[in-house]
């Protein structure tokens, strides 16, 4: 009898596993040759003792049939199934390479309730035996019963179950049992027949090594209600898993002579004293788990050996597809590596020899903001995760690594582009679990909505912030709206809509001397939805600390708002904290002038005596750009000095009105000089211009927009400004240009700039001042210069300027101009009191963009007079910042 608990599972055993989670050695299982279980099996329980509740059983049988069920929860998907875990064992074939079976099922089963005290080894063998056989069951007198008997064949599984109050005869053999919680023991059913009896019994107490309470952790309670029952489970299954796999000894045994398998080689779930295995948390019902089961059921299971990644496991571990390269192009989103990783927890280690990379691109992005919500990759391990502004590596990177799953450290990448690797070696550590982040690629027309403060005179409208899958709630808002009512008079409030993060997130109402009204926080909904009915200026204050909510909107209704005609210049709420100016490389300046030699030609277009080469000529050499209707080259006149000329894809009808305008506007120092025109045979047309050395202003700020420092900028405004007063108030009847953009402005080699772009200028299409469309011809080009100033703040384009012109976008532009990240971070701002001067733009580049959509008749709209004005107090206040 003495060996028949040889096979026994105990924790002694299990403390071995120190040793091969230390990464040193190379632990591993191989198949012995002998007999592995891979046709469908049924599971006979003998079900001993009368510890048992209904409501166990059920518990017990579930978690058989959830082995190999096809049936998950999709619920908890977080949470390995059994199936899963039955997975991992499935992985395991013999030498034809047959996985273990896929169909585990329950068999016979007997009940045992005789006498249970002081039982001896002899006795249960008998038992035992006693199920094969219908007539030794009838000498029980009734403590023995079964559905059906057991029967000997391959596909059979037979396991019996202690329950805690079954007590052995206190001897030094049987003592060997209570050192153990399961095993397995040969037992000769017929005369020269033997079979194999797996055993698993319930712990008696909670000092029982068996007990999960023993080992006392951060365990919760039990998954179904009886800790004894529960600490079972994980042993009888993970009886079963060996049996498949090494029925005989010689299956899947490790190769070191430790004897190891599938199902002992790793810590059992609850030992705490190597490492900490994680379990997942049901507060409300109070218990823990870290697997489920068919109809609801969560079970504790103990980890097994995977032998793919060498590591102990409850999930085959998901690997990524090495050198696949995922881009990711939702600004908002979340990376994970590794398996089953709780945002606090991380279930099992990670697969070794993996390389994921991810790319994530959102190209208006101004920064993308990273959350690390769970980080497990071991400092002293090869393994690491790696994230870099833009995709290569060579780019600037950060490498995350912690031992223990936190991670304090969220950044922010000033870039649109991130790439991020994952990279584990040869050997994981037990305790690397993986890693969560969270990210968030921010454009500033993203934050357009909100963020600064946004002044509203007008009788009614909509307010709000709105998230979306393009326009993400984003953490750390601060914006106010503020209603002019006069004071004393009504100003109503209704909102529409409010869903923010109860508690953290807030929205805040406040009157005119900023006494607190309201502060709503959480979801409304219905009747619920607050209405307000206030007096004189109301100030809206929305705050978040979270990135979790849908945003709000509200109607507002001002009875008598103030006449906005006295308040011009709305402050803009700009925090400018120190901007890094970066070591952007210097694009060689392609336009080095070279002279040469020109080839006389009879000319046929010589006007004011200029001698052009020929056309052919200068197109291969000297293009110097090109636009959808033109191309422009570099030449030389006749008297050595460079030109420019535009050749016209397209023959337009109002060239000889362009023409017209041109010359007459030509004599203003910030308007590029027109110094001829001409028509070739085949009546295309050439027009000459003055040749600016450093090219567009717009190729300007993208590429060399460390070389325009701000006071280069406000020159360049004013120096604009003052061309497009000179359209639209000295010539008679008035020019407007039609498109001031940055391509159309030019900048010579002292950095003057001038206007050019002529393609699309008219006179004002009437000199009656009541029409409407001559004030929004006028009002489009004040419009155009506005989105220029935005440009000069933020040193590149707007995408899609249209879209600008609708109100809604107004706050966008608030936007633009009232985050610090969305200024020009290639500039260093020289001095605290600029900030008034960036202020002052802004406000300049608002008052410009906002009157242009305003259709209450243009009373308000600014004139290029009054811009002008505003501009020279901006370079006022930035000489004497600098100064
Ligand atoms: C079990 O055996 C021990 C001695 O081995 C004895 O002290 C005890 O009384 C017995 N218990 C019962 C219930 O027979
Ligand atoms: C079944 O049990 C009876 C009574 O214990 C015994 O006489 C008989 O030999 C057993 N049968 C077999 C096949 O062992
Ligand atoms: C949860 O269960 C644990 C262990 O059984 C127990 O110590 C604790 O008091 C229980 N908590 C609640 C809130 O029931
Ligand atoms: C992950 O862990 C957190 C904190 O322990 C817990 O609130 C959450 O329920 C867990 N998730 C799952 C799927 O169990
Ligand atoms: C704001 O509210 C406070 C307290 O209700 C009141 O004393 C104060 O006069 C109010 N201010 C305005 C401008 O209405
Ligand atoms: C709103 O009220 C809560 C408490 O009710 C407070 O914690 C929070 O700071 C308030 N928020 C604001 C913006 O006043
Ligand atoms: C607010 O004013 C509106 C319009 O005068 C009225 O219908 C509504 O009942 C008022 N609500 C409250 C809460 O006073
Ligand atoms: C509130 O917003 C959350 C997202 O933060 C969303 O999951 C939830 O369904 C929303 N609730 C309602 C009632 O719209």
Request: hydrophobic share 40%; glycine share 8%; net charge neutral.
């Given at each position: 009898m003495a060996g028949f608990f040889l096979m026994g599972t105990s924790l002694f055993i299990l403390a071995q596993f120190q040793c091969f989670s230390s990464g040193e050695s190379s632990f591993g299982l191989s198949y012995h040759g002998g007999k592995l279980m891979t046709e469908p099996v049924s599971v006979n329980i003998l079900w001993f003792g009368t510890g048992w509740q209904e409501s166990d059983r059920e518990a017990i049988r579930k978690s058989v049939t959830s082995l190999t069920s096809s049936q998950y929860l999709v619920k908890d998907s977080e949470v390995p199934t059994l199936g899963n875990w039955w997975e991992i064992i499935r992985q395991y074939g013999d030498s034809n390479n047959v996985p273990v079976t896929d169909r585990v099922d329950l068999g016979a089963e007997c009940f045992y309730?005789?006498?249970?005290?002081?039982?001896?080894?002899?006795?249960?063998?008998?038992?035992?035996?006693?199920?094969?056989?219908?007539?030794?069951?009838?000498?029980?007198?009734?403590?023995?019963?079964?559905?059906?008997?057991?029967?000997?064949?391959?596909?059979?599984?037979?396991?019996?179950?202690?329950?805690?109050?079954?007590?052995?005869?206190?001897?030094?053999?049987?003592?060997?049992?209570?050192?153990?919680?399961?095993?397995?023991?040969?037992?000769?059913?017929?005369?020269?027949?033997?079979?194999?009896?797996?055993?698993?019994?319930?712990?008696?107490?909670?000092?029982?090594?068996?007990?999960?309470?023993?080992?006392?952790?951060?365990?919760?309670?039990?998954?179904?209600?009886?800790?004894?029952?529960?600490?079972?489970?994980?042993?009888?299954?993970?009886?079963?898993?060996?049996?498949?796999?090494?029925?005989?000894?010689?299956?899947?045994?490790?190769?070191?002579?430790?004897?190891?398998?599938?199902?002992?080689?790793?810590?059992?779930?609850?030992w705490r004293d190597n490492g900490d295995p994680p379990l997942f948390r049901d507060t409300e019902k109070n218990m823990s788990f870290n697997v489920v089961g068919l109809n609801g059921y969560r079970y504790i299971m103990p980890y097994v050996w995977d032998q793919k990644t060498r590591n102990c496991a409850l999930k085959l571990s998901e690997t990524c597809e090495t050198n696949a390269m995922v881009i990711l192009k939702?600004?908002?989103?979340?990376?994970?590596?590794?398996?089953?990783?709780?945002?606090?927890?991380?279930?099992?280690?990670?697969?070794?020899?993996?390389?994921?990379?991810?790319?994530?691109?959102?190209?208006?992005?101004?920064?993308?903001?990273?959350?690390?919500?769970?980080?497990?990759?071991?400092?002293?391990?090869?393994?690491?995760?790696?994230?870099?502004?833009?995709?290569?590596?060579?780019?600037?990177?950060?490498?995350?690594?912690?031992?223990?799953?936190?991670?304090?450290?969220?950044?922010?990448?000033?870039?649109?582009?991130?790439?991020?690797?994952?990279?584990?070696g040869d050997q994981v550590s037990f305790e690397s679990r993986g890693w969560e982040l969270s990210y968030t690629a921010v454009s500033c027309t993203m934050l357009g909505l909100c963020y600064g403060k946004e002044n509203l005179y007008k009788h009614d409208g909509n307010i709000g912030y709105v998230a979306s899958t393009s326009f993400p709630y984003v953490e750390g808002l601060k914006c106010l709206w503020v209603l002019h009512g006069k004071p004393g008079t009504p100003v109503f409030i209704t909102f529409t809509h409010i869903n923010i993060s109860k508690g953290l997130d807030f929205l805040a109402i406040y009157n005119g001397t900023m006494q607190q009204i309201a502060n709503f926080s959480g979801l409304f909904t219905g009747s619920d939805l607050p209405q307000l009915n206030l007096s004189g200026e109301v100030i809206i204050a929305f705050t978040t600390q979270t990135d979790q909510g849908e945003g709000w909107s509200a109607n507002f209704y001002i009875t008598h708002p103030v006449n906005h005609d006295k308040k011009v210049f709305v402050v803009i709420l700009i925090v400018v904290l120190a901007l890094?100016?970066?070591?952007?490389?210097?694009?060689?300046?392609?336009?080095?002038?070279?002279?040469?030699?020109?080839?006389?030609?009879?000319?046929?277009?010589?006007?004011?005596?200029?001698?052009?080469?020929?056309?052919?000529?200068?197109?291969?050499?000297?293009?110097?750009?090109?636009?959808?209707?033109?191309?422009?080259?570099?030449?030389?006149?006749?008297?050595?000095?460079?030109?420019?000329?535009?050749?016209?894809?397209?023959?337009?009808?109002?060239?000889?009105?362009?023409?017209?305008?041109?010359?007459?506007?030509?004599?203003?120092?910030?308007?590029?000089?027109?110094?001829?025109?001409?028509?070739d045979g085949l009546g295309r047309h050439y027009f000459v211009f003055e040749y600016m050395g450093r090219g567009d202003l717009s190729l300007n700020l993208r590429q060399r927009g460390e070389t325009l420092d701000w006071d280069k900028r406000i020159?360049?405004?004013?120096?604009?400004?003052?061309?497009?007063?000179?359209?639209?108030?000295?010539?008679?009847?008035?020019?407007?240009?039609?498109?001031?953009?940055?391509?159309?402005?030019?900048?010579?080699?002292?950095?003057?700039?001038?206007?050019?772009?002529?393609?699309?200028?008219?006179?004002?299409?009437?000199?009656?001042?009541?029409?409407p469309e001559q004030l929004s011809e006028m009002a489009e080009d004040i419009w155009s210069f506005g989105l220029l100033l935005v440009e000069l703040l933020r040193g590149e384009p707007l995408v899609d300027r249209e879209t600008y012109k609708n109100s809604r976008r107004l706050e966008e532009i608030n936007e633009l101009l009232g985050s610090q990240e969305c200024i020009d971070r290639r500039l260093t701002i020289p001095h605290e009191t600029c900030k008034m001067g960036f202020v002052k733009l802004g406000e300049i580049a608002k008052w410009c963009i906002d009157s242009s959509w305003r259709v209450e008749g243009g009373k308000n709209n600014p004139k290029i007079g009054d811009v002008l004005s505003g501009l020279k107090q901006v370079k006022l206040l930035f000489s004497t910042a600098s100064g």
């Open positions: 309730t005789g006498p249970e005290l002081n039982m001896t080894l002899d006795q249960v063998v008998y038992i035992g035996r006693s199920v094969f056989n219908k007539s030794s069951i009838k000498g029980f007198d009734g403590n023995l019963n079964c559905y059906r008997l057991f029967e000997v064949n391959d596909n059979s599984i037979y396991h019996i179950v202690f329950s805690y109050t079954v007590m052995f005869l206190d001897s030094k053999e049987q003592r060997q049992l209570m050192d153990m919680c399961s095993g397995s023991f040969q037992l000769e059913v017929f005369a020269g027949l033997k079979v194999n009896i797996l055993w698993a019994r319930a712990p008696q107490n909670a000092a029982d090594q068996c007990s999960m309470l023993f080992h006392g952790n951060s365990y919760l309670g039990p998954p179904n209600g009886d800790e004894k029952v529960d600490s079972l489970v994980g042993y009888m299954l993970a009886n079963i898993a060996e049996e498949v796999t090494n029925q005989d000894g010689s299956g899947w045994v490790s190769n070191d002579g430790s004897g190891m398998t599938v199902s002992n080689s790793c810590a059992s779930p609850f939702e600004p908002k989103g979340y990376l994970r590596g590794g398996i089953i990783v709780n945002h606090s927890n991380g279930l099992q280690p990670y697969p070794p020899n993996q390389k994921c990379r991810w790319a994530i691109h959102y190209p208006t992005a101004k920064f993308i903001r990273f959350t690390i919500n769970y980080l497990s990759v071991a400092a002293d391990s090869d393994d690491h995760l790696l994230i870099c502004k833009a995709k290569s590596k060579s780019a600037e990177c950060s490498t995350l690594k912690s031992n223990n799953g936190r991670y304090e450290k969220n950044f922010k990448l000033m870039s649109s582009k991130a790439y991020i690797e994952f990279r584990t890094i100016a970066a070591s952007v490389s210097l694009l060689a300046v392609a336009l080095a002038v070279v002279r040469k030699k020109l080839e006389r030609k009879n000319a046929t277009d010589s006007d004011e005596g200029l001698i052009l080469m020929s056309i052919e000529a200068i197109q291969v050499e000297n293009r110097i750009g090109e636009g959808p209707s033109a191309v422009v080259y570099r030449a030389v006149s006749t008297d050595g000095g460079l030109v420019a000329i535009k050749s016209l894809k397209v023959i337009a009808a109002e060239t000889e009105l362009q023409q017209e305008i041109m010359a007459k506007s030509s004599s203003h120092p910030n308007i590029i000089s027109f110094l001829g025109h001409s028509q020159a360049i405004a004013l120096q604009i400004c003052s061309a497009i007063q000179m359209l639209h108030m000295y010539l008679k009847p008035p020019v407007y240009h039609g498109n001031i953009t940055s391509e159309n402005i030019f900048l010579d080699e002292f950095y003057n700039a001038k206007l050019g772009g002529f393609g699309a200028a008219n006179y004002c299409s009437s000199s009656n001042r009541a029409n």
